[in-house]
C-alpha cells in the first residue's frame, strides 16, 4: 500500500514564527502536492513539484514556499507564519502522468494553528 | 480555468436511503472526473474515476457516478447507505491537457447518515 506520512497530526505556532511541514511518501512517485483545506473552501493547492528540486506554484503560493532535496520528501514552509495561515494541511503524491492518469495518494493531514 | 460545483454543503439521510451527491463542473477544456472521500480526520481517498468509455462509473464501496457531457455533471450515488458513510465527499476534475495530474476541488458535501 502507498503511504504517505506528514510529521504532525496537530501542531501551534506563535505569529512570526518560521513553520516547516514535512512530507514523506514511500512509494518512489514523482508528483508531490501541498494544498490547505478550509471549511467552505475545499482544497486549495498551494504548491506542486514534478521531481527533485522541481517546484511550481499552484492557485495560493503566497506566504509559502516548499523544498524538494530528495524524491520521497517534500517540505512546506511558512515563513513567517500569520494567524490567516491557520488550516489544515494535506500533502499527496502520485505517479507520473505518462502512466496514465493516476490518482493521488493524500496523508492524514496537519492541523496547524497560529495564535 | 476549471471550476467543480458541490451545491450541496451537508446531505443528511438515514440508514439504508439512496443518496445522491451533486457535481457539476465548468471547463473550457475536456476533463477528468473524480470522487474522493475523507472519512473523520483521515486524508483523501479515491471513491471512483471518470476517464473515458462508460459514462456510469463504479467505484469502492457500493458508490457509482455517471457523467453527463450536456449537462457538465458528475452526480454520485448510492442505492442503499450505511452509518460507515459518514464522512466529507469531494468531486474534482482534472484538465487533460496538462502533463500531470492538477486537480481542482469542489468544497465538499459533508454526509450525515443517522439510523
Known amino acids: 500500500d502507498v503511504k504517505v506520512t506528514q510529521s504532525s497530526r496537530y501542531l501551534v505556532k506563535r505569529t512570526g514564527e518560521k513553520v516547516f511541514l514535512e512530507c514523506v511518501q514511500d512509494m518512489d512517485h514523482e508528483n508531490m502536492f501541498w494544498y490547505r483545506q478550509d471549511p467552505g473552501l475545499g482544497l486549495r493547492l498551494i504548491y506542486f513539484?514534478?521531481?527533485?528540486?522541481?517546484?511550481e506554484k499552484g492557485d495560493i503560493p503566497e506566504g509559502y514556499s516548499v523544498s524538494r532535496e530528495k524524491k520521497e520528501r517534500f517540505s512546506l514552509i511558512l515563513e513567517s507564519a500569520s494567524t490567516n495561515q491557520t488550516s489544515m494541511y494535506l500533502c499527496?503524491?502520485?505517479?507520473?502522468?505518462?502512466?496514465?492518469?493516476?490518482?493521488?495518494?493524500f496523508g492524514p493531514g496537519t492541523r496547524l494553528t497560529v495564535t | 480555468a476549471q471550476s467543480v460545483t458541490q451545491l450541496d454543503s451537508q446531505v443528511p439521510v438515514f440508514e439504508e436511503a439512496p443518496v445522491e451527491l451533486r457535481c457539476n463542473y465548468s471547463?473550457?477544456?475536456?476533463?477528468?472526473l473524480f470522487w474522493y472521500v475523507q472519512y473523520p480526520n483521515q486524508g483523501l481517498q479515491l471513491l471512483l474515476k471518470?476517464?473515458?468509455?462508460?459514462?456510469l462509473v463504479k467505484g469502492i464501496n457500493g458508490f457509482e457516478a455517471e457523467f453527463n457531457k450536456s449537462q457538465t455533471s458528475f452526480h454520485l450515488r448510492k442505492p442503499s447507505v450505511h452509518i460507515s458513510d459518514t464522512a466529507e465527499y469531494f468531486c474534482?476534475?482534472?484538465?487533460?491537457?496538462?502533463?500531470?495530474?492538477?486537480?481542482?476541488f469542489g468544497t465538499g458535501t459533508r454526509l450525515l447518515v443517522s439510523p
Open positions: 474534482a476534475v482534472s484538465p487533460m491537457n496538462t502533463g500531470f495530474q492538477k486537480l481542482v
Open positions: 471518470y476517464l473515458s468509455g462508460s459514462t
Open positions: 471547463s473550457s477544456v475536456s476533463v477528468y
Open positions: 499527496a503524491s502520485s505517479p507520473p502522468s505518462g502512466q496514465g492518469v493516476e490518482e493521488q495518494y
Open positions: 513539484s514534478y521531481d527533485v528540486k522541481m517546484k
